[in-house]
């Protein structure tokens, strides 16, 4: 995924003097007791990415929520 993410990213960049992109793919996983007894196990997933362009005076960015 993250190779296709890159080829993309490279092929609509356009000349400007600085430009980033992060991608965030994290899993999580919540244990808990309440009571001596095991409440349901929680499962979180989250991606986004947040690019940063800068080119003369000017900066920019966007992400996804």
Do not use: W
Not at 1 to 27: G, N, P, W
């Amino acid at each position: 995924m993250y190779s296709k993410v890159e080829q993309i990213f490279h092929s609509v960049l356009t000349a400007v003097d600085f430009c980033s992109l992060r991608l965030v793919d994290e899993r999580g996983e919540n244990l808990a007791v309440r009571q001596n007894v095991l409440e349901p196990v929680g499962r979180s997933s989250d991606t986004g990415v947040m690019v940063t362009v800068i080119d003369g005076d000017g900066l920019g960015y966007g992400a996804t929520s």
